[in-house]
């Protein structure tokens, strides 16, 4: 018997296994192409042609229409519907701020007999959703609150500066002002300003209506639309111009997210029942805190008891300044923007040195572009 043993040959799986070609360069490239056309495809269809895409596009040309880039959301939603959209939200802020306040906030002063309970100021609670962060400032006594304006005419001042040169406790910027092409110097208010129970600024005439943000003689708030000769006779004391008034005699105004006028950094203003005054600083734009609606804010407010609610000049604006420090972080790339107002908590608000610096200015030869 032979003990030869027979020749071995590679096994058919050898040989594919050696002979097995690796893909070529251009075809990995040909198939990442072909899938990142088909997912963009996919993704574009989602984002115009399906309802929660629709809905996306929509909340993002929001955000841009509250940035200096508003005309970007036209390659969004189309120029028509862009301008269709801005109107529609000037009309719908117009209609929230005509209904008449029910006067649900109950200040009772003190009985004599009494010793009056020493309530804390000023508080400070940070606030957070989703996208946003900030903070909730809540103020005891609304009396303690006053308007304070730049203090040297053609260009308007931090409130860090108003809060320092004043001695003010507390700062929050205030209402709108004329910037255009978003390049404006912050010192030409948009409708009226009123400090002290003075008008110090005015563009509507006695009879021109206005929205506003304000405090009464009796430390309630004022929100909505009305004429500059009523809110005299009124009695308001301290105000400036901007909108929407959100919350109503306790009531939401804002129904949905959709209808939240986009995300970005905020500043509203807010009432209790008990006459305390809310004040929501959000930052937005950046990586810790995109920012928020005006529903996310109309919620918080809701949820701490708010019966009246407004908001005031946002975006870039948005700062809380308390002991002379910032306490938020501000959008702008170029830090705290220059404004012509800001609401500021003293504790002897009758004797702070607040100045009309508009007085014998012609408002209209005003230039707001420069500096």
Known sequence: MSTQQPAMHPTPSRKLRGKRKRSSPIKIMLYVIVVGTLLSVAGLIWFFLTESGTSVRYMMADTLITTQHRDWAKYLIGSEELQTRVENYWKKFEEMGEEKDKGLVEIKPEPSTKVPVKKELVKIDPI???????????????????????????????????????????????????????????????????????????????????????????????????????????????????????????????????????????????????GSILFAVIDGRQTHSIGATLYDVQKIFLEHGAVTAANLDGGSSSVLVHNNEIVNQPSSEYGERYLPTAWLVFDDPEHAQINNIWEGLDISKIDPSKW
């Open 128 to 274: 957070s959703g989703k996208n946003f962060k900030g903070y909730l400032v809540t103020i005891s006594d609304p009396k303690k609150l006053r308007i304070a304006v730049p203090n040297k005419v053609g260009k308007g001042e931090k409130v860090t500066s108003m809060v320092k040169r004043t001695g003010a406790i507390l700062g929050v910027n205030g209402g709108g002002f004329i910037d255009p092409e978003w390049k404006g110097n912050g010192f030409q208010p948009e409708g009226v300003v009123i400090s002290g129970g003075k008008i110090f600024y005015n563009d509507r005439g006695a009879n021109g209506s206005v929205q506003v943000v304000g405090i009464d003689k009796d430390g309630r708030m004022i929100a909505g639309k009305y004429k500059v000769s009523e809110l005299l006779s009124m009695g308001v004391k301290e105000a400036v111009s901007f909108s929407p008034r959100f919350i109503v005699n306790g009531v939401g105004q804002i129904k949905s997210q959709a209808d939240g006028w986009g995300i970005a950094p905020r500043t509203c203003m807010a009432q209790t029942k008990d």
